[in-house]
């Protein structure tokens, strides 16, 4: 593709994004006020966690189980040695 032609495919996006936020912009207090007039309150907006806090969500999830698992392979390893070690006291 000609670069003109991706330069006006850039610059066109751009003005899209720029006139949505302008709309928006303008028709706040149109909104805020047919809200106020029906009677429907604003909700507080929980903010959508960021890529970060999902990936530091998934570690922390990753991390409980991989804890989780080591602790159990810890406890197997236990009873296999104390089962070993009894068997081999029977033995003498």
Known sequence: MSKHFE???YYL????????????EELEPVEARVKELVG???EAEEPEPSRL???QADLQQLEERAEGEAREAVASARER???YRG????EE
């Open 81 to 83: 040695v104390k089962e």
């Open 53 to 55: 806090d999902r990936i």
């Open 87 to 90: 068997h081999d006291a029977a």
């Open 7 to 9: 330069d006006a495919r």
């Open 40 to 42: 429907v309150e604003e």
């Open 13 to 24: 996006g751009r003005a899209a994004e720029h006139a949505k936020a302008g709309v928006v």
